[in-house]
């Protein structure tokens, strides 16, 4: 096995994992009528091996392989992974689909581990390339008090820690948060948060274990419950993420699953690396969300009749140029990649943090625009058990007509009602504000990525300085 | 009966409306589970009266009557009903009550109406004061393509317009949207949507009625059905509005009930009039809500041990001075009212734009801050049937505990994802764009209501000009 | 004397101040070409008592008196001083004129200081008062290395103190920067940067001295040197301001006028009242400059034929809600004014710094807009000696005709290139962005005016918390 | 000659032509002290030969020729061009430097002329090359009222037009406003300002003349006039344009030195091919600028001791998010570009204005922030006359010390207020605004440059559409 089906990809999922979901343990998350829409979402990203074989498949060994889990070794490399990356979130309706995350983190530890460590890195990308392997990755610590570090939290637990070692294993507890597709992957990938100092040793660790061993519980979070109609949820009745608290109430980890071990000069080291290419995934799979915005600004103004409006016209030049400065900054962070630690290239970082920068920035007001030309139609329309009703529905057919017919408009509305207002909306507002690093995180590495030397030495000359 | 209670406005409503919801027929509005919450929201503008009989009652000829009934003769009339609004939002948790549109309107009636029509007026006013009414108001027709004005459509029902008159009455045909409070009022207020010209005559055209007059449907929107908890929904499991696409099939009003019949010059001045009310409702009905972005932002900032960060200090500053100008130009807004047409005073309309447009472009960005400040718990965090669950719960709260108990930090998070990320929040973020005029409306009334004549003046004499 | 005339205040001036201007000395402020413009700006300060005696002239024991001096006792004589200071703005072109300055740092001392030093400063008023003296104020140390306080300085001397004292007196040495109208008072009003703690004690000193004190020399900044032409310069020919490093080389006070000496505790409440009445000053003087902002908009619109535009009317809405933004909270400080310390009445500091920052805030935009309707002319265009030259005036009135005549058009260009390009442009700016505190002091004075209590209480309240 | 040196260019300036400043009439501009700055300025452009041979050097037919002369004919190409207008203006201070225009002006006219004028143009080209020509190019018509199009203006001749037209010439009449270099350059090459129509013709022309030509006068604007000290102005001592407004008074051009003759159909065309080449040499030369306003940041930061402050840390990240974005997004565009007519490359539309907005969007607040962290020395500091004089430069060595020298920090200050504050801080503002295209005509071009039938498409596809 080294392509997976989406079917084979399904069936792994039946185990022995816990999941639990609104207070109830989960049998089967594949057949779970509230969750079974996320499995196959996160399904497309096998699906694309025969869409996109030109994208989505290479050849190692001899074998058909999924290109996510080739690490980049040049500029094209990264290119052709934005663009995989960027194809499959089309098909995924602009939502992240599944193994973008798990390949960023195991480019991460081939890059900032070493020793043994590294050697267990190297053996995981193997055996998880040979079997396809779903992966989520656990980074996000729950925290507690944010003026804290782990150490100096009232509870020890709040950052995930080794309780033990033996010689053959070492022993965690503690929790990760937000950890997105846990409750559909095979195996989590655990990343430590943040830098760490003398300490902090029990804090620095990383490994990697199958979802249904013993002690790992996921509490999967219920936003977005409920059953959803294509006609109110074209979006939102399609895509959907589960996202977990996820606790590790002591779990015994085997060592050669272990990629850090106790040594907190690797944690920060380890968790910039993974943010140099979760950033770079990010900045890819947001594109199609972005052609949202703006076909969507399209069709509505023209649904309203409203197109030729001087501020119309505005509002859209400013999310074309919205969108396209995030996909310029996309493309050229490839372009401009260089080699990083053994042999793993890395997206320019400035770059990657500048596009994401931008699309961070613009979502809220994208957003607003796109609520501005839509109406108030987005919170005060009919559903789809009014549409099912002939008589209702000639009603809304006849009112809701505009430069369009009733039915387009109304289906325009739900779209971007689904987009902007709705829970849907909300999930991707918050995401645009905290995922993948917030705006002070990439403030931050923005500053840092960019050498102010030159800069300065001109302005230096011109003024007259001495330096 | 003048002073009517929460219960007796209730049973009011108890009659043979024809309400469409979901795509069937309700029964009784007041017992519909998804219907009653918003009954029971509207009902605090009964409730008013003994909780703040100093803003909410009056007596008018020995009679205790409603202060909302009273036309404003003085600045401070209308700071006393700018308070009144502001309690009664509060209670209502930052959402629109109920008497506050109807009393825009008759408000606007009393100013913009002549003849026949303004005696009808005043004589439903004095009807609706004794009777201490329930009024929606319909207002914004469906409109169909925009870019064309009523008479110019391809189906002329898209505005709603007089098909027939006779001796005693008129009968009309059309819809109105985004109707609020309809299904739960006695009465209805229709009012023209905009200025009007030769050719509108049809389209020109006022008046009131029982909500169960024959031909009069209300087909209300789902959006926001289904159970809420006070767990995950503090805000939206008690307070909800209603709105509904408004149609009027050949429905027959009597003359004694018409206000505007057929004269477009009256369109446009009644549109503006009832905006200079219904705006300075919005600025004042909004000050609970900014208070609730506030006191979140201050309570998550804690509750996650930030609160002495620069850029927390930094978003703090801003949400203070958005809200607070917002709250003094509206406070300024009544002082400065002077008055209107027939001795019925307006609050001064540049203030009253200024505040909303302040108000309108701010929201975005400050629940952009809030989001910001929260974390991504706002969208991962657990639900009702989750904290239910003692095990599951101890779970939570061991995991979720910041520099506050879990508890506390899970209700604040809810607080704050009710509010900005689930339906509720882009319930209020499409409000804050599109309700009371959008930002296209407010910009033309600034701009209409400042005269910039001293200010080119100043400028020609500094500037040597010949005028 | 107790009201000065324009000719008594400049008579004043010609004593034996040691001021240096472009590396010289200059014998007389008052007949100094390029400086004489300054003080016939400054005198605009006694010429208001005959323009409008109705706000700049009280009454006091039967004397008319500068209503400058009066300190506020009610919310209405902060109202009077709004528009008083408003009106000398006017006639100096929207620059501050003189008195306001100094009559604040009178208020803070009123309020700020305590047992003889307070004694001190009510005998200081009185005088002031009764011989209508021009004041300047130092405040502004020089500071050095800004992450350093007063004590930690490489040379100690970087902010004022004391170096000797003995039964009468204390000599100080220092430096103040930024010192308005210095060279053209009567004497200066010494105040502290901000607050101190233990070890400040030599830098916490207050007192006021005339200008021709021995030890005590003005170097006159050279920015805006130069001859100018009212056809280039219709605003900064005649209206300028002074600006002084201000260095005390052990200059001796007798100790009758010291207001503060040593005591640290009294540094920053002194330093924080006199923020409050000179902010409240800010953003009335500024009034003006809106209103030239406005009416140059409206006129180069105009003049260029593109005032019916989409974007050109959306750029003068925001200037306008801009401007009237600002005055609305302007004028609401003085009405909800309350009394401070010793009877004296202070602005509401909410709403002061809330102005101050929509103020400082908005400029740079406003001034962008007014560039942006005005045209590459700002810098292109000709100057006062092509205007001389009637065929080359010719061939310049041909070609700049617009929808006005050529000439008209030039000075409009003329005055928005004063007002946005040119030195005196640039001088603005800088004042709107650093004069009466920068944008961080205002956000620090924001969120310390602001009691977060009650909104913090009802979202408790509405979410369910335990406080 | 192919290659010319400064000298050669200077020396070629010495003619006939008729140039007028301040009123007067200027015998050589070369020699001329108000007017030496701006030549020595543009001969930097001749300079670069010796100094980056490998940008600015070519061999054509066995010559080394100047790179600017050659038309792109691959991506590479302009990728070398942008390189090579980076470093001249890097040399030049950031302001453009000379023979960008004329070269943009060149290759649209290769792009957009045919028949007879293409002809005239190749050989105009080839002409240029051998002779190493300095160009200008007159454009910008002065319009008068701009609601109005070229032949409905009162005054026909507010914009250039064909008055007579003989076998062998062409007589025009009107003149050129904001025509940069004209004084020192060679000849002018005249372009349309926009799109014409029927009615037009006499408008739609397009030409290049000697500077000499008779009829040719050059009124030469006197912004920025007056001795400037490089303490005072380190930038604008030495950088400097001469703008000038262009009459042709009946000037006779030959007719092979025409290139559209009366075909309006050409215009448009012509005017927004030199507009895509004219925005990428913008977005080239401006650069330099954008590491002023770093560099600069960086420097007075340390200087006042405030680098590590948060809010200073926030704006320095902004500024370099904004100056990289504009670099990442012109790099793009010319690794983008595309073959025009006739083989002439041209840079990607949609990315060179994106940059060019964002430039221009940004420039504001950039200027902004640098104005924030250097304090209000900006504009109180001394002059070259005060430093001139050893005791009172004394003075200022001390208390002008702050993290570093006084010396250092004075010159720092002084750099920025020439940057931002002065009058030429005012002439980048307003070139920022409006050289090279406006705000509108960037937001235009960007609409006009971008398809958004695919994500239409898109949304229509998920939306459930019937397209």
């Known amino acids: 096995m080294v392509l997976r089906t989406p079917d084979q990809y399904k069936a792994g999922l039946k185990d022995g994992r816990r999941v639990v979901y609104r207070g109830k343990t989960v049998k089967d998350v594949v057949e779970h009528p509230e969750l079974a829409s996320a499995v196959d979402h996160s399904a497309l990203c096998y699906a694309i091996h025969d869409r996109r074989p030109d994208l989505a498949v290479t050849e190692i060994g001899g074998d058909p392989t999924s290109y996510f889990w080739v690490p980049p070794q040049t500029a094209d490399d990264l290119h ?7 194809e499959v979130s089309r098909l995924g309706g602009g939502t992240i689909v599944l193994k973008e995350v798990g390949s960023d983190a195991l480019f991460a530890l ?4 070493s020793g043994r460590g590294l050697a267990n890195a190297r053996e995981f990308v193997d ?3 040979r079997e396809d392997l779903a992966l989520c990755v656990g980074q996000t610590d729950v925290k507690g008090d944010r003026s804290k570090g782990p150490s100096e939290q009232a509870d020890p637990d709040l950052y995930l820690r080794i309780v033990a070692e033996d010689a053959d294993s070492i022993t965690v507890r503690g929790a990760k948060t937000h950890t997105s597709f846990s409750a559909n992957a095979d195996e989590i990938v655990v990343l430590p948060t943040r830098a760490m100092g003398p300490g902090d040793e029990p804090y620095a660790v990383s490994f990697a274990l199958p979802i249904d061993t013993p002690g790992l519980t996921l509490y999967v979070s219920p936003y977005m419950a409920g059953e959803r109609t294509a006609f109110e949820h074209p979006l939102s009745s399609r895509h959907k993420l589960l996202e977990s608290l996820t606790v590790f109430d002591d779990v015994r980890v085997p060592k050669d699953r272990v990629f850090v071990n106790g040594d907190p000069a690797e944690a920060g080291p380890l968790a910039l690396a993974f943010v140099d290419y979760h950033r770079f995934t990010a900045i890819n799979y947001k594109l199609p969300l972005l052609d949202q915005v703006i076909g969507a600004a399209v069709l509505v103004a023209e649904a309203n009749g409203i197109a030729k409006a001087g501020h119309v016209k505005a509002k859209l030049t400013e999310l074309i140029t919205w969108a396209e ?6 493309e050229l962070s490839a372009l401009r990649a260089t080699e990083g630690e053994n042999g793993v290239w890395r997206p320019d970082p400035l770059l990657v943090n500048m596009a994401k920068y931008h ?10 625009h796109l609520i501005d030309l839509a109406g108030g139609l ?3 329309g009919p559903g789809a058990d009014d549409w099912a009703v002939p ?16 039915a387009e408009r109304l289906r325009i509305a739900n779209f971007i009602s689904d987009l902007t207002a709705r829970d849907y909306g909300g999930y991707q507002r918050v995401l645009a504000t905290h995922a993948e690093g917030s705006f002070e995180a990439e403030k931050l590495q923005i500053l840092r990525s960019f050498d102010t030397t030159k800069a300065v030495q001109y302005v230096s000359d011109l003024a007259g300085l001495s330096r």
């Open 378 to 380: 987005l919170i005060t």
């Open 325 to 330: 400065t995030v996909r310029g900054l996309a």
């Open 110 to 113: 081939l890059r900032a581990t």
């Open 127 to 129: 055996r998880v390339r």
């Open 359 to 368: 699309f961070a920035h613009g979502f809220s007001e994208a957003t607003q």
């Open 80 to 86: 052709r992974r934005g663009r995989l990356i960027e």
């Open 391 to 406: 008589e209702v529905r000639e009603v809304l057919e006849k009112y809701y007509a505009g430069a369009v017919s009733g």
